[in-house]
Every structure is written in C-alpha cells, then in structure tokens.
C-alpha cells in the first residue's frame, strides 16, 4: 500500500511507528494518506537527531526560529532512560534556550507551541505540528464481519464505523437486474472502492436477488414483502458470513427512520439469523448520517440515482409492526433453502486492493 508514497522503511517504537522517507517523497500525499489509516490518533512529521542534549537543543532552536509564537512549552518522553537528562531537565535546558533566543514565555498548559522531544533506544525525534488521524483501531485486529451495502446513504456510513473499530469487512450487495438498472450495482462498486483505501484487499459479493423476490410477491401481501425480503438477505448474508469466518452482520439500519425500521420489524429480521446483527447507525439521527456521509465522502456517491430493489413490487404502506407468526406463515410457501443456495451459486464475487497512488486529496 506504500508504493509511490516515498516511503524508505518502517520501524516499530516503542509506542510509535517510525516512518522513514525518500528524499523525493511527497509529504501531502503521505499525510493524506495517513489520514485514511485506523489505528492512528494521530501523527507528525518529525526530524531526527542525534541523541545529545545539544543536538537536540540545536534542532529545537532551528524549528522555533522557523515559527512566530508568543508561549511555547517542551514535552519531553523518555523511552530511554540511560538518557543522561530525565525529561524534565531537558525541558527545562532546552526552554531556557527557547525562550532566550525567541523572547516567548513558556506557557505549561496552553502553549500556543509545543515543540515534543521523544527520546528513544538509539535515536531522538523531534516535532511541532501534530495531525489528528483517524482514530480507531487497525482494520483486522477485530475479526471480520459482513455488510449489507446498499448504494444508499446509511450503510456506507455503518460500514465506515464498524471498520474504525479494526473490523474487516466482506461488502455483499443484492440487485434486481433486469428489472431494476444496473445503477445500484455500479453505485455499490464505487462506494466499495472508496471504503477500500481503509482496508487493504476487500471483498465485494454481488448476488442477484429478482428470483427471490419474484417468489416472495407471489405469496406475500405488498405491506409484508420488504420484511420477507430483509429475512432473505440475512440468510444469504450470513451464508457468505459463515464461508468467510465472519462472526458478525453489519446493517445500516436505524431505529424509526424508514417503516420498515420498527423495533417489532428489527426482531423479525434479527429471529432467521443466528450472528449478531451490529447496526452501528441505531440511534443516529438522519443528519448526522449525511455529515458523516460527507466527511468520509461516500454521500456523493450514495445520492448518484438508482433504483432501490427493496420497493420493487412493494406498493402502498410497509407494516410497521410485523407479526412474526404471519411472516412465517407467508414463507411456508416458499422453499427457502432452494432460494438461498440459488442466490449463493449465483453471487459474483470481486477484490477491490485500492491504489495510493490514486490518492488525490
Ligand atoms: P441505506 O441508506 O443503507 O440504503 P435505508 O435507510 O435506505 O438504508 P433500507 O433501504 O430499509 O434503509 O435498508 C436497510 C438496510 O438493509 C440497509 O442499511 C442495508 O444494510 C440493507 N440493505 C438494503 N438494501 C440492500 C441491498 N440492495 N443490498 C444489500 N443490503 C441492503
Ligand atoms: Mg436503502
């Protein structure tokens, strides 16, 4: 994933990643890309020295000469504690010779700037300007689990949110192609490279969902149908889930917001699936989902048109309030196993391994 970004070779710290440049490296697409990485609170560009009192002094003198401050304070961390100053002395050594040489006040607790010395084992670093990352845990330290992804709005943003917590995610998208355009798909699949830069190698599964809805109008009054159709997709989902050793569902889902988004109906869905079903997006409200939206910069690509093959054979008014005994009594008539194995066999799967180098912001 670091190819082209100038990087020259990775080091663990104790508590830190050093990062290494080439001469040539391009510091704005490095940090743009950084900025994508889960695991990161944040970052900094750093200098590193020689590990002396003097070197260091030297390098903190030059980097406040660079800037205009009126208060300033240094933040020494001591990794290595043969150093021959403890932090403080040094933060007392090199502030005096700051502030000597800039006529700044240290200021402790509100320093307009920090200059963070951060000692270790055979090196000292050195920084100013500390950049708030993505926060969150590294992708894959937290198993996998399976999201339905719509091309709409809110589950893009669930996915988001569920892989900030170190989740790797399988993407599994269902289409009514060819009685719906294609546009959900192609949708999906740009919203599913988009999220890739998050995660190394990412899975897309594509299954064709008509039969089964077909299947499910003929025997299903139009209020109930979006719910029988929710029942498949879990079943499928969790097919995929288990083939892929993923240990939960993931679903954009939201308490209220659509009808089909009751609590009675959340039950029905939740009762044909053994996973659990994770719906990050619960108790959010529709806006914060759209800034959310526009913050990860899915929201323009969820609002290109398509159609939606969830009210595809669904006139008038969805139930709110689904009583489980009716559906069970619709899906008798279906055979079930058939249609899920049907939809499995059908599923087109594609690897989506994004390109820093396709990086632009
Ligand atoms: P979204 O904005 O994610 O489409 P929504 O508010 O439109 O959500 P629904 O359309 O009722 O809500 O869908 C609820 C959830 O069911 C979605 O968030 C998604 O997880 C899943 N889902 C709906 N349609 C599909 C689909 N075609 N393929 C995969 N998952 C779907
Ligand atoms: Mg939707």
Do not use: W
Not at 124 to 137: N, P, S
Not at 225 to 254: D, H, P, Q, S
């Amino acid at each position: 994933a670091s190819d082209g970004l100038g990087i020259e070779e990775v080091r663990l710290l104790r508590g830190r990643i050093l990062i290494l440049l080439h001469p040539d490296c391009q510091p704005d697409k490095l940090v743009a890309v950084l900025k994508t990485v889960f695991g990161i609170a944040y970052f900094a560009p750093a200098y590193r020295v020689q590990q002396t009192p003097q070197a260091i002094a030297e390098k903190a003198l030059a980097l406040a000469k660079q800037r205009s401050f009126a208060s300033f304070r240094i933040a020494t961390r001591r990794a290595n504690k043969s150093f021959p100053m403890n932090s403080v002395e040094l933060n007392t050594h090199v502030g005096e010779l700051v502030r000597q040489a800039t006529g700044a006040r240290v200021d402790l607790k509100k320093a307009e700037l920090t200059i963070a010395i951060e000692i270790f084992d055979s090196e000292a670093l050195l920084y100013c300007d500390k950049i708030i990352g993505a926060g969150g845990l590294p992708v894959g330290v937290s198993n996998t689990a399976v999201v339905l992804l719509s091309s709409g709005i809110d589950s893009p943003v669930a996915a988001y949110k569920i892989m900030r917590r170190g989740v790797s995610l399988v993407f599994v998208h269902f289409h009514s192609v060819p009685m719906t355009s294609a546009a959900s798909v192609e949708n999906t699949k740009k919203l599913v490279a988009h999220l890739s830069r998050h995660q190394k190698k990412v899975k897309l599964i594509v299954v064709p969902f008509l039969e089964t809805q077909q299947h499910i109008t003929s025997v299903t009054p139009p209020s109930y149908r979006v719910l029988l159709y929710r029942r498949m997709m879990m079943r499928i989902a969790e097919k995929f889930a288990f083939k892929n050793k993923a240990k939960a569902l993931v679903t954009g889902e939201n308490v209220g917001q659509v009808a089909s988004q009751t609590l009675p109906n959340m039950l029905a869905i939740n009762e044909v699936v053994s996973l659990p079903v994770l719906r990050p997006l619960a108790g959010d409200d529709k806006q914060d989902i759209i800034a959310f939206a526009e913050k990860i910069g899915t929201f323009p690509i969820s609002i290109q048109p398509y159609d939606d093959c969830c009210s595809l054979f669904v006139p008038g008014n969805p139930e709110t309030s689904a009583k489980l005994d009716r559906i069970v009594d619709y899906e008798k008539n279906l055979d079930i196993e058939q249609l899920v194995s049907k939809a499995v066999a059908g599923a087109e799967t594609m690897i989506y391994a994004h390109d820093r180098k396709d990086d632009t912001e």
